[in-house]
């Protein structure tokens, strides 16, 4: 499989010309924008186990919301067959209003909604590296989420893993069970997305970029407990050829003990107010 960023770009501009089609064919204006986000837009892609194309699709406040979700799925799905499935192509769609403050919450809490319970990770990507590839050019009329969005999102997820408990405790103990003992690649994600968010947090700044993170702690955050985890999951995710035994021993202590008893770095209560 090729995963090379050339490959990515290829894939992008094959994506891209599939939605000047279909929207065309439909009604055009319904996809306002499209932005690249995360490491092909800020020039970190590596190709890595974990790599993607990260798309944020905006559509406008008078179409279906459900139904464009499904148009854009269906567009990607056969993106991805076309292209023998190199690299996957992120699925986050919102409708205008939804960027707009103060954001709603009166939704129901289920996969279909996924996108809106992490609305302001997704909207502080946009803003960090957002680059624009199909559309209107969207992104300075955004507005940067507050602190307390940042901590309802993580409310909502912490709610939503109940209502899987409840309804699917299946999926919910293979859930636990990974995250109890992820394997490495799991293990990077989680702690390579636990800094991004617990750097919020601690500084109040953000940072999208899995691989500048781990300088950004460095310079600003060097108690950090779980910060030697960290280097080695960065090492992991973007030099994944020098982990040796050793540090795979280390890196599995060390979740064990310093990342899984570290104490949040925002309080219960926030999320409350």
Partial sequence: MDRSERRAWEILKLYVKEVEQQDLHRQTGIIKS?????????????????????????????????????????????????????????????????????????????????????????????????????????????ERPKRGDVEMSHKLNDQWLEVLRQTDPDWYEGYIRTRDRPSLRIMTQIVLTTALSEYYFYTGRSCSSKFHILERVEQELPELPYLNLLRLCHKNRFRPEEITQEDTAVMNREYQTCFKTREKAWPESETEK
């Fill in 34 to 142: 499209i932005i690249l986000v995360g490491s092909l837009s800020d020039n970190t892609y590596t190709g890595n186990a974990g790599s993607d194309i990260d798309l944020v699709h905006i559509v406008s406040d008078e179409a279906d919301y459900a139904l464009e979700k499904r148009r854009i799925n269906d567009m990607i799905d056969r993106v991805w067959e076309e292209t023998g499935k190199e690299i996957p192509i992120a699925r986050v769609v919102y409708q205008q209003k939804h960027l707009r403050q103060p954001y709603e919450y009166d939704f129901e809490l289920s996969k279909q909604n996924k996108d809106l319970m992490q609305r302001p990770i997704e909207i502080l990507r946009v803003l960090d590296s957002g680059i624009v590839v199909y559309g209107e050019n969207l992104i300075s009329s955004i």
